[in-house]
């Protein structure tokens, strides 16, 4: 079993930034890959940036190409998300995910609470 955790998310102004962090315990010397969503209201949960925990690999979705970076700490067991240049439309509520390799199928296995970002003009 594996529990994640958001935090680090909050109010700010277009072009400005923040750092999201993803704290995973329980059994995580098994992960695959983690990954973050968002959600924003009315909308359907959408992929943002994953990555493997081994490193050596990240993907983003077009629309923050260039302005998110997703990272981890394997020492803290946490992955980050450092959004910058942050615009309105970044406004969601951002979930972690994790990809376990001890669980078959695809598709994530577990999901954190989510964090809310909110982006002002």
């Known amino acids: 079993q594996v529990q994640l955790v958001e935090s680090g998310g909050g109010l700010v102004q277009a072009g400005g930034s923040l750092r999201l962090s993803c704290a995973a315990s329980?059994?995580?010397?098994?992960?695959?890959?983690m990954g973050w969503f968002r959600q924003a209201p009315g909308k359907e949960r959408r992929f943002v940036a994953a990555?493997?925990?081994?490193?050596?690999?990240?993907t983003y979705a077009d629309s923050v190409k260039g302005r998110f970076t997703i990272s981890r700490d394997n020492a803290k067991n946490t992955m980050y998300l450092q959004m910058t240049s942050l615009k309105p439309e970044d406004t969601a509520v951002y979930f972690c995910?994790?990809?376990?390799?001890?669980?078959?199928?695809?598709?994530?296995?577990?999901w954190g609470q989510g964090t809310q970002v909110t982006v002002s003009s």
């Open positions: 990555m493997r925990w081994s490193g050596g690999s990240a």
């Open positions: 329980g059994r995580t010397f098994s992960l695959y890959a």
């Open positions: 995910a994790a990809d376990d390799l001890a669980i078959p199928g695809g598709g994530y296995d577990y």
